[in-house]
């Protein structure tokens, strides 16, 4: 399994996708995954992890099971 995931962060959520391939050259996802955040960081210069890593740590309990 392969993921491709992003984060678009508005002013009030961030909207987490996640899209799922079995291999990278396949041009049909397996599954696609959304996620919508109210809770999270504002960005911090030198810190992005701060701000991604919870959105990509809440995708991730939808994609892998």
């Known amino acids: 399994m392969k993921l491709a995931i992003d ?3 508005r002013e009030t ?3 987490v996708v ?3 391939f ?3 050259q396949d041009s049909t996802p397996l599954d696609i995954h959304i ?3 109210e809770d999270f960081l504002e960005y911090e210069p030198g810190a ?3 701000r991604e890593l919870p959105c990509i ?3 991730l309990k939808k994609s892998v099971l």
């Open 13 to 15: 959520f961030a909207k």
């Open 7 to 9: 984060v678009h962060y």
């Open 22 to 24: 079995e291999q990278w």
């Open 35 to 37: 996620v919508e955040m």
């Open 18 to 20: 996640s899209v799922e």
């Open 48 to 50: 992005f992890y701060k």
């Open 57 to 59: 740590m809440e995708i």
